[in-house]
């Protein structure tokens, strides 16, 4: 569904991403894990649309051309992302911004807007599903929220979209483990057959809670070793130190020991 | 800088106005760039206004109706400077009355003396000089001591820029009995494209307890000259909200000089000033703190486009004994162009005790992260654009209560009413 092949990005002459390759099929949850710095927020701006990188490569969505489509267009053809640090808009109310987001992507799809009232329906199930009050809705997106409720207003938002591919940058980043649980419960909600993810994560915990079909390891602007869940756990209890310290050649067998089911 | 004559609009003057204007005239002759109340403003455009007394000119103003805001209640329209009585509604609900300034000049003239009667070391511009000469009709509102006011009182001031005058004075007198509270709305509006202006004067005075709502919308055509002075008085315990949204005219000036003259009164005024094209839009704020133990705030927020340029000179002035003074002062901008201008000041004068004094100024652009947050959830990029330009100017509007005001202000700066 997802295919990257050779993914370069750069800002100016800051090489970031330096040849990435990666297939995600329909389905399935990868999560990519990294050192500070190897480009995983970078990856996933790439597959958002933002401004300001040199790119080279190919990034396609069910065949289509992602890397020339404006960030909006990407959301219409079914991109979600969910950001680290996601922005406060101060004066946007919150309900108004999301159903004109999911009446901009359903215009840009041929799908007729959404009613106000039909709104409130889909907005009420995934309140449920991130465990927020009603007036979540009524403040401005993100102004003062709490960085938990940031986060859970990212998968809110995911859920209303209900996107093909979902990107979640450092969705755990900053969570108490309350916070982590409901997010991880509305993400794993929201795992379908029709729709994949691209979990980026620093720390293995998250994937405690979200189990990821592959993980991938970027080091470097590169994914360089690639397995199932069990290489988190490796990566827990050895860091990424194998990878930095060594070429490619030393990177770990699968471990054998300490895998969970 | 040459300082224009005043005997421009000298010919027309009843002989004791004309030599009283004249010679006041004389003295402070018309403002410069060296005035710093006047610093930014357009002087060769303010020059080729020509003041002169009211012209009727009696014509049917088709454009007018869809121009103003649809407020149900006591309405008094005033078209270049006279009260045009067709268009008025002056029924009124008990404890208030509603009537044209000229009237109630030949009939009660010291309920409006004070709004006249001006020390002549106090006519610091020629704008007020030229008002007292020429303003001499308008629009007086007068409230009963311990009357609450349910309907809004709207009052319309219409330039109808004409070739012997292209402009006019109007005079707008509220007086608030002890106690009373009342909202009042004045609309500053234009018609034809043709230069010219207005000076609209309104003198306010707030007895003992009273409230007052007032909201200024200048929407004036960007062809036009709006110059806006409003002097308020304040009793003990009063409290002032002033609304004003600073939107048309090719100069849209709006100054404010607020006494608080009684202990624990309050003065509230914020704004928005949302600038396109070439057009200047000055807001010129005094609050003067003469009692003690009184509060006032300012927030204004501007929005500037294209080539505008706003202005924000906010003063406050502690007077000595206005000792536990409350003062907050901000003005956050947003630029949306790299050719507009904002020209922002503080003035803090304070000479008592124990005084909180508060200011701060911000000068931003559009947050691209927050545009690209948006667009990456599928809003288009003008679309994300208006939604952020919207969400700062609303927090100006958040303040507005009374419906229709609200659906007049967001439906004439393009946006849903959230």
Redesign the interface.
Known sequence: MLHVENLTAAIGQTKILKGLNLDVGAGEVHAIMGPNGSGKSTFAHTI????GYEITGTVTLDGADLLGM???D???AG???G?QY????????NM???R???N??RR?RGDTEISAREFLKVAKDAMDLVEMKQDFLDR?VNAGFSGGEKKRNEIL?MAI?QPRLAVLDETDSGLDIDALRIIAGGVNALRGPERSMIVITHYQRLLDYIKPDFVHVLVDGRIVESGDHTLALHLEDHGYADFLNHGLDDAPEQPLTGVRS | MTIDSPTRTGSDLSPAARRSVAERLDVIGYPTKRHEAWRYAPHRTLGALSFGPPVDIAAALPELDAKMPTIEGPRIVVVNGLVDTERSDLTCPDGLRLSSLADVSAEQPERVAHHFDIADDEIDDAYLALSIAFGDDGAVVRVADDVTLDVPIHVVDVAVPDPTRNASCTGVVIHLGARSSATVIETRLGVTDEFGGSNVRTTITLDEGATLEHVVLQDAPDTQVHLSRIDVTQAAESTFNARSFNLGAAFGRCAYNVVLAGAGATADLSGLFFGVGEQVLDQQINVVHAAPDCTSRQTFRGVLDDRSTGVFNGGIDVRPGADGTDAEQSNDNLLLSNYAEVNTQPRLEILADEVACKHGATVGQL????L??????????D??RR??I??????AIDDVGIEPVRAWITHRLGH?D?
């Open positions: 958002a649309g933002r401004d404006e960030p909006e990407r959301a219409a991109v979600f992302m950001f996601p922005v406060e808009i101060p004066g946007v109310n108004y911004f999301l004109t987001a999911l901009s992507v840009s401005a938002q979209m | 947050d691209e992260t927050a690209y947050y948006m667009r990456t959830r599928g809003l288009r990029a679309e994300a939604l952020l919207n969400g700062f100017a609303d927090q849903d959230v």
